[in-house]
């Protein structure tokens, strides 16, 4: 499998693969701004709970109660993932670049390790 390239049998251009760090960036910001609307989202649910008095007489309160703390667990959960989810797409991104930069480093490198000597002989046409 290659990875860099597209499938013999698909047509386009190369330009479709394209992957840089400010398209991860986004990718992991926008999972980010996720938290924001599971933060609202939590702020509803525990606004939900206000007022609902006691459990005598309404079964359906005491139901919404009883289900409360479960709620809350998954979307404070959820808003971990997000979290980290985001975290690890800027990183990709970021790693992504570092290794592209750190191959070209290292290509430079062996270009001054094993630069070509100069040439021996050959350079003096006067009857030597």
């Known amino acids: 499998m290659e990875l860099n390239q597209l499938a013999a049998n698909r047509s386009g251009s190369k330009s479709e693969l394209i992957s840089n760090k ?11 701004s996720l938290r924001e609307d599971i933060g609202k989202a939590t702020t509803k649910l525990k606004d939900g709970q206000t007022g609902l008095g006691s459990n005598a007489g309404c079964l359906t309160a005491a139901a919404q109660k009883e289900i409360h703390g479960s709620w809350v667990t998954y979307v404070e959960r959820v808003s971990g ?3 980290e989810f985001s975290g690890l797409l800027v990183k990709a991104g970021t790693d992504q670049v570092r290794t592209d930069q750190s191959v ?21 046409d006067k009857g030597r």
């Open 22 to 32: 400010a398209a991860w960036t986004k990718l992991g910001t926008d999972v980010g």
């Open 104 to 124: 070209e480093a290292e290509i430079a490198r062996l270009g001054v390790t094993y630069a070509d000597t100069p040439t021996v002989g050959g350079q003096d």
């Open 81 to 83: 993932r997000c979290e």
